[in-house]
């Protein structure tokens, strides 16, 4: 059997669900082999089309969406949801999401149909998601191709890195989701040195958070809620204060690193600082204090 294979294609950002650490931002890689016979041309499917294919359909069904393992016992949906506190408008487009998690802990999040995928599994997993990804696919592949080998995966990081969640009300793509999200290193260098220690305490600081812009709080209790109306539609989250970091500025990784840097150069005034913050793989925002 013959086959043609694209590492590290793309890479897909999103949210999902656990039940114990509850709204987890995460970033992986994904290989992808197409095995079938060869076409008039000598070829499986051409590289160009095939790349731009697979991308554009991984994009629209898995990147900067909120996974849902609808097997899950913990894991509740209305699919008529209404707005509720933050707009008196109804919007039947609306779906309300329902989560416990770590025993105790709950969440809830509303927002447009599109922000969503429902996986037929009980966990989210770098090989449940391929899983439920390859029939799809299939359907868009050429008569020739005959089975698709997907693989998800984490980037390989050796110092310290969070995972975090964010919606950006301004952008006009999909990063204005209330609920996507980021697995991230962080690097901060003091006086020219890398400082592992800094990077380290922010990385626990940062772990398994929401980063909130503050102007967008509408509730601010033992659990906050953040709400805000955006090109795609209207968006509500609810989760513990304990999951939740307050921002003065739009949680961009611009903001995100130079809130860092300030933090740095506030407590080590004398010291001078270059913040690398990254957002999901390979890309990010650099800042000096």
Known sequence: MTGLFVAKLNQVDFCYLDPERGLLGESWWYDIVLYGELDDQGMIFDFGPAKKLIKQRLDEWVDHKLLLPMHHENVSINKSAS??????????????????????????????????????????????????????????????????????????????????????????????RIAHGHRSTIEIYRDGRRDAQLESLWAERFCDIHL?????????????????????????????????????????VENIAAHIAKQCKANYPESTFRVRAFEGINKGAEVKS
Not at 119 to 140: Q, Y
Not at 225 to 247: D, I, K, N, S
Request: glycine share 4%; hydrophobic share 35%; charged share 20%.
């Open 212 to 252: 909130i812009t503050q102007e967008d709080l509408v509730q601010d209790a033992e659990l906050r809620t953040v709400a805000y109306q955006a090109p795609q539609g209207r968006f509500e989250l609810t989760l513990p204060a304990r999951c939740t970091y307050l921002m003065d500025q739009d949680t961009t």
């Open 83 to 176: 707005i509720g506190c933050c707009d008196p408008v109804q919007d039947s487009a609306l779906w309300q999401v329902d989560w416990a998690f770590a025993k105790a802990d709950r969440l809830t999040t509303q927002a447009p149909a599109s922000a969503f995928t429902e996986l037929a599994t009980s966990e989210i997993t770098p090989e449940a998601v391929a899983e439920a990804m390859v029939p799809r696919l299939m359907t868009e592949m050429p008569d020739n191709v005959t089975a698709i080998d997907l693989s998800f995966y984490n980037e390989p990081l050796n110092g310290a890195y969070y995972h975090y969640s964010h919606g950006l009300k301004k952008h006009q793509g999909n990063c204005q």
